[in-house]
């Protein structure tokens, strides 16, 4: 039933079916003469769409395209999106969005989502208790501090939940009118979004300290209080505050941090594909990790985890893994150390017999001779950090050496793939956290994995939502990323990627969301699931981008 009519239900992106209106439906609603005389199937509008599309200039203009579309046509925006998704991946999230998050202010047309700022900090609880946001599942929140590899863009960071958000529906079957995109615009440190005469946000420098404390804390509750059962998702918070909300609320809510355990989950996911297309075991790796904030040091924890369930004791798995830091290689005794980072540091003893020009600053290339990893990862943001030097030497003593360089954007990458490639003679299995070309080795195309984000957490959300899950832990991050490993072409075809193709994500989305629900279940953080009917229920929570006819109400 619906109660709108005429330019009112025009305009409303939910309902709003443009030209497909049936000719009935615009007797029923007062359209006629609102719209042009034909009326329009569904796959014709895509049609329409995907070719102006694919005639606009850049990627920039592509994004604020579908921007626009979203918000003025949902279903015809998710139809698009979810039929040409590896096409549009790109644009709706990294490495595009990341300029869109830049072009912000300059791009702005209509409000989505909601601005919370501290000028209305006691009116929190009356914004987020609008009627309209009665049924909300997901909220994706953000206070733009370190988006991607950019740095803080205040209130531009808006464009991060924003096109998180989109995936969750076109990858996960969220209902779009179940999510909820939050800024909590707490000022910005970068001068030039403040003197900016466009700039949208609120022109303070960011607010830090207690102050800062007391203003997430006072949104929490709020949400806590107008819904019991929602999911919370933090998004690109700087490293510090990323892992200490997440602490701090994840007993509270059900609540994670996507570019910690998310990240880790999809890393998870791959690395198990790569250690099984090269014919080994997960225990058996000695990884290095460049880049030791909350994404490298989150993505260390689950392998640990991973290592454990596999069976081997949990101070022999940490010993695997060297962390390093804008310091070089974590060791015990640093004052610099994170509370996250503690259970890495390596003893001073472990490191005395290696040669250095320093012990207080053991570079990348020194822990990689004497390392001798069979994994190189990277989470630095810092351009061309796995240098020919460094990943000749990994390749010395590793037949299959793993390299992933996973900084976004592209310009962040620690190595280009095709490098990578070249250094190892073609050897090396690499994933990278933004889209780069197939690279040719030996007459073919080597496919190269993007270890994306939205293999994981639109699944994960599913999971969640359809279990009605109390908590989110660890366990049910491993359970998706072993789910995604299921997945992989690398297990029955030693050539094949070691992810899905991007156009399979709601396949995808569906194991992981049924792998999550289970395990949620599990653990007793489900108790009115019913496992014997898992996979049906994940399949009923997924909305499809399809119309629907209407009826007016009274």
């Not at 994933?431 to 780069?436: I, Y």
């Amino acid at each position: 039933m619906v109660d709108r009519s005429g330019y009112e239900l025009l305009t409303n992106p939910i309902l709003n079916k443009g030209t497909a209106f049936t000719e009935h439906e615009r007797d029923v609603f007062e359209l006629h003469g609102l719209l042009p005389p034909h009326v329009a199937s569904l796959d014709q509008q895509v049609q329409r769409r995907i070719a102006a599309f694919r005639e606009l200039p850049d990627d920039l203009a592509r994004y604020v395209f579908l921007r626009g579309l979203q918000d003025i046509n949902e279903t015809l925006h998710y139809a698009l999106l979810t039929r040409h998704l590896e096409e549009m991946l790109p644009i709706v999230y990294t490495p595009t969005v990341g300029l869109g998050c830049q072009k912000f202010s300059q791009v702005f047309r209509r409000p989505r989502g909601l601005f919370l700022s501290p000028p209305y900090k006691d009116q929190i609880g009356k914004i987020l208790g609008q009627r309209r946001f009665d049924n909300v599942q997901v909220i994706v929140v953000t206070d733009g501090e370190r988006i991607l590899g950019l740095g803080d863009q205040g209130a531009g960071g808006m464009g991060i939940p924003i096109g998180k958000l989109s995936l969750y529906t076109a990858a996960g079957g969220i209902d779009p009118s179940r999510t909820l995109p939050i800024m909590l615009d707490v000022g910005t440190d970068n001068q030039a979004r403040r003197e900016d005469p466009l700039y949208i946000g609120w022109r303070h420098e960011r607010l830090r300290g207690p102050d800062y404390d007391d203003f997430v804390e006072t949104f929490v509750d709020a949400v806590a209080n107008r819904w019991p059962h929602v999911l919370l998702q933090w998004e690109d918070f700087a490293g510090p505050n990323a892992a200490r909300l997440l602490e701090r609320y994840r007993d509270r809510l059900c609540t994670f941090n996507d570019d910690i355990q998310g990240t880790a989950a999809v890393v998870c996911g791959a690395l198990l594909s790569a250690v099984r297309a090269a014919g080994q075991t997960l225990k058996e790796q000695r990884i290095v990790m460049a880049g030791s904030g909350g994404a490298g040091s989150g993505i260390a924890a689950l392998l640990v985890k991973a290592m454990v369930e596999d069976g081997m004791p949990e101070d022999e798995a940490r010993r695997r893994f060297y962390l390093l830091g804008s310091r070089g290689l974590l060791l015990e005794g640093s004052n610099r150390l994170q509370p996250y980072q503690a259970p890495f540091a390596h003893t001073r003893e472990h490191v005395a017999g290696w040669t250095v020009e320093s012990r207080e600053a053991i570079s990348l290339e020194e822990v990689v001779r004497h390392v001798k990893p069979t994994m190189l990862i990277g989470t630095s943001g810092q351009t061309g950090l796995f240098s020919e030097g460094v990943v000749r030497e990994m390749a010395k003593h590793v037949a299959r050496p793993v390299v992933f360089p996973l900084s976004n954007p592209t310009s962040q990458s620690e190595a280009v793939p095709a490098d990578v490639m070249a250094w190892t003679e073609g050897r090396a299995v690499i994933g990278t956290g933004s889209p780069f070309a197939p690279v040719p080795v030996n007459g073919r195309a080597v496919h190269i994995d993007q270890v994306n984000n939205s293999y994981i957490f639109p699944g994960m959300g599913l999971g969640i939502v359809t279990a009605r899950a109390r908590r989110v832990t660890d366990t049910m991050f491993l359970a998706a990323a072993r789910a995604l490993a299921d997945m992989s072409p690398a297990r029955t075809d030693p050539n094949g990627t070691l992810l899905p193709p991007v156009d399979a994500l709601r396949e995808v989305s569906a194991k992981v969301g049924v792998a999550v629900a289970l395990q949620a279940y599990k653990e007793g953080l489900a108790p009115g699931f019913d496992p014997g009917r898992a996979e049906e229920a994940v399949k009923d929570q997924m909305w499809e981008p399809r119309y629907e006819s209407y009826r007016r109400a009274g």
